[in-house]
């Protein structure tokens, strides 16, 4: 079909050499170099736009044609990715041929590489491409571009809603839907290695931690008959979270609250995810965190906080749908079960609590640091 493309002359065969060559774009096959010159040959020989393609935008070289107009997508202003695509000749959506797929997964790997300072504006323009659902095969280098400039850094909450909104609703939540997620790691791996691909999807895990934790205790903030003894809940084990010390975060509502508390979460943007008590006090709600090697279920009414070692069988689950309330409150377990009231004596719960989890895993408060240890019983 080439050979007679090349001797044929006529516009309507050229133009069906280049449209095969953007849709099929076939990088990895041995045709790859004798398509794209026969490409290029033909589209150098009319008065027509892909003359000016060909030498301005390499768009018949397989390598600087991706590149090129992939660097362009996330260089260009967010409203005027449209005009780039038809003055490239790519119609309106970069899906629709294996070229515009290519120059979207270079724009990826470009925008992945960048500063924090730089990354913001890149990663809106890769979302403001994205109107219709990423090509599966897209997904590992999306996911790639919009959490790897962030490892270090946290962006504004606006972006960091839009990167999570976005990523959940075509992956799945890292939490929630871990095998989707190894898959990702494992494209990844092919490229940055398994450590680093295993801190890049971290950082959707830390964000997603960190909004349970502050939405839940806001939310029963604004729910509670005692606020100023939520108040001093919220003000210690946030100290841990704003330290990076707290590894994760899951909320079981109370039945009767979880409507309410639902609808708070919603009112900031985010997407309220949590497990459901099936049994147990209606109206309490507790909030399943990790602290070391530790499992504490600390609970919106005046509850006992429980600890149980991480690998304990009798602790509860993270990320789980349902949860037995009676069994979160438990007052007996393995040697490694311990609950706390938080009646406060003088110097207070908090002291007690923070020398509690220093004891059980190094992990010294913010503020309270090693704490009070316990009494020796005899």
Known sequence: ALQRADVDERRSTDAAVIEGYLNWFPQNRSVMLTLSECADRVAKRHDWAWKARATGWMMFDPCKGPD?????????????????????????????????????????????????????????????????????SDLPDLARALLQPWTTRKPDNEHR????????????????????????????????????????????????????????????????????????????????????????????????????????????????????MRSGPGASSTIIMGIGDIRIAEWSDNGKCRFWDAQDPGAPKLYQRGYDGNSLRTTVGRADFEQESHVPPSPGWEMKFAGLIFRRTGVQHPTYGVGRARPKSY
């Open 68 to 136: 090129l107009v992939g660097s362009a997508l996330i260089a260009q202003n967010v409203n005027a990715t449209s005009y780039l695509l038809n003055e490239v000749g790519l119609g309106q959506s970069l899906a629709a041929t294996a070229f515009g797929k290519a120059a979207f997964r270079v724009a990826c790997q470009k925008t992945a590489s960048m500063m924090p300072e730089e990354a913001t504006e890149a990663q809106r323009r890769l979302l403001s491409m994205l109107d219709e659902a990423p090509h599966a």
């Open 161 to 276: 809603q839009a990167i999570s909104n976005l990523l959940i609703n075509h992956i799945g939540d890292p939490r929630t839907n871990p095998v989707r997620w190894r898959a990702i790691v494992a494209s990844m791996s092919e490229h940055v290695g398994g450590e680093k691909a295993l801190a890049i999807v971290q950082v959707l895990k830390r964000w997603l931690t960190e909004t349970a934790m502050r939405e839940f205790f806001r939310a029963i903030a604004r729910t509670t008959d005692r606020p100023d003894q939520w108040k001093q809940r919220q003000e210690f084990w946030l100290a841990y979270l704003d330290a990076g010390l707290v590894s994760d975060a899951w909320p079981a509502l109370g039945q009767r609250a979880r409507t309410r508390i639902a609808d708070i979460i919603r009112e900031s943007g985010e997407q309220p995810e949590y497990g459901v």
